[in-house]
Antibody, heavy 120, light 111 residues
Framework: QLHLQESGPGLVKPSETLSLSCSVS??????????WGWIRQPPGKGLEWIGN???????YYNPSLKSRVAISVDTSNTQFSLKLSSVTAADTAVYYC????????????WGQGTMVTVSS | QSVLTQPPSASGTPGQRVTISCSGS????????VNWYQQLPGTAPKLLIY???QRPSGVPDRFSGSKSGTSASLAISGLQSEDEAGYFC????????????FGTGTKVTVL
């Protein structure tokens, strides 16, 4: 059974870089059937797609975040990571990692999410 | 950034049919398939419908999706108390080199 688990600091200072990891178990990041992505949700608001990565390293980003975001697959091939630079309070959100089926085009499996607050 | 518009709320009594609309444009719903997600309070979203009208294994057939032109709809028939949740449509948008966009979300209340 696939399991996705987000991890990383719950508090980040303004102007610093937010770094999160998603641990993948019960499935393979190197599968050609799936993209691996990040989605976020500010408190009480809707969902925003951040980006996807296709093994080994083809990444696609939301144009509104593209200048600040990077998604990569760790050398262990069991984790993928998100880095978001120059954060502000507007980046405060629950961050989810998820698997996106290539053919179905939908995120069919999600992690439980991790809350990240940007504050000094 | 949402370019898919949903009504903020919808409601119904147990057993009723509730329909949620999702309005987009030619660059998203008009040219790509639509997905729907259900988000129960305090939990991660769950895929409900993919490819406009396909249900993943385990999703009750009370949930159905449809698409016409630049709009899509999710219908919940035989509404149950456990259906009280947020619902989001989503689609790929071909503008700006492409990006995945979610709808504004609809909160369904079971009266």
């Amino acid at each position: 059974q696939l399991h996705l688990q987000e991890s990383g600091p719950g508090l980040v200072k303004p102007s610093e870089t937010l770094s999160l990891s998603c641990s993948v178990s019960g499935g393979s990041i190197s599968s050609i059937t799936y993209y691996w992505g990040w989605i976020r949700q500010p408190p009480g608001k809707g969902l925003e797609w951040i980006g996807n990565i296709f093994y080994p390293g083809s990444a696609y980003y939301n144009p509104s975040l593209k200048s600040r975001v990077a998604i990569s697959v760790d050398t262990s091939n069991t984790q993928f990571s998100l880095k978001l630079s120059s954060v502000t309070a507007a980046d405060t959100a629950v961050y989810y990692c998820a698997r996106r089926h290539v053919e179905r085009g939908a995120f069919d499996f999600w992690g439980q999410g991790t809350m990240v607050t940007v504050s000094s | 950034q949402s370019v898919l518009t949903q009504p903020p709320s919808a409601s119904g009594t147990p057993g009723q049919r509730v329909t949620i609309s999702c309005s987009g444009s030619s660059s998203n719903i008009g040219s790509n398939t639509v997905n729907w997600y259900q988000q129960l309070p305090g939990t991660a979203p769950k895929l409900l419908i993919y490819n406009n009208n396909q249900r993943p294994s385990g999703v009750p057939d009370r949930f159905s999706g449809s698409k016409s032109g630049t709009s899509a709809s999710l219908a919940i028939s035989g509404l149950q108390s456990e259906d009280e949740a947020g619902y989001f449509c989503a689609a790929w948008d071909d503008s700006l080199h492409g990006f995945y966009v979610f709808g504004t979300g609809t909160k369904v209340t079971v009266l």
